[in-house]
């Protein structure tokens, strides 16, 4: 995959762009069950890996029940301070509005998948 695949990634897979000061906002709006922010930066090869990997499997990345959303790290620096981040990529989970969890670094499309199914069967068991 090119790197021009992944310079327009957000083209290529929608995600809603968010900062610090709208996430609470697009949180309290939105209806879907499970959010996930993806927290990266540019010209972060690791960002770069698991956006590749997202492309490559795009349709592994497609649930009704998820509303993706994204903001650059290195353009919002207090996103990163507001979950303590020490590194990215790094996937901030919702559930309703409120942070059930996280996933940091890139751990593969399989496992990044599982995590994601088991936090829309926990909120459809709600």
Not at 28 to 48: M, Y
Request: charged share 20%; aromatic share 12%; with cysteine.
């Amino acid at each position: 995959m090119s790197d021009t695949a992944v310079s327009d990634f957000f083209q290529r897979f929608p995600m809603t762009k968010v900062s610090d000061a709208s996430l609470d906002k697009v949180l309290g709006d939105d209806a879907a069950p499970v959010g996930i922010l993806f927290l990266w930066g540019r010209d972060c090869p690791n960002c770069d890996i698991a956006k590749r990997a997202i492309l490559l499997a795009q349709d592994q990345f497609h649930w009704p029940q998820v509303r993706w959303m994204h903001d650059n790290v290195y353009e919002d620096p207090t996103m990163a301070t507001r979950f303590g981040l020490h590194g990215i990529p790094a996937f901030i989970v919702f559930r309703g509005g409120r942070k059930v969890g996280r996933i940091i670094e890139w751990p593969g499309a399989q496992a990044f998948v599982l995590a994601i199914e088991n936090q829309i069967a926990a909120a459809e068991a709600l």
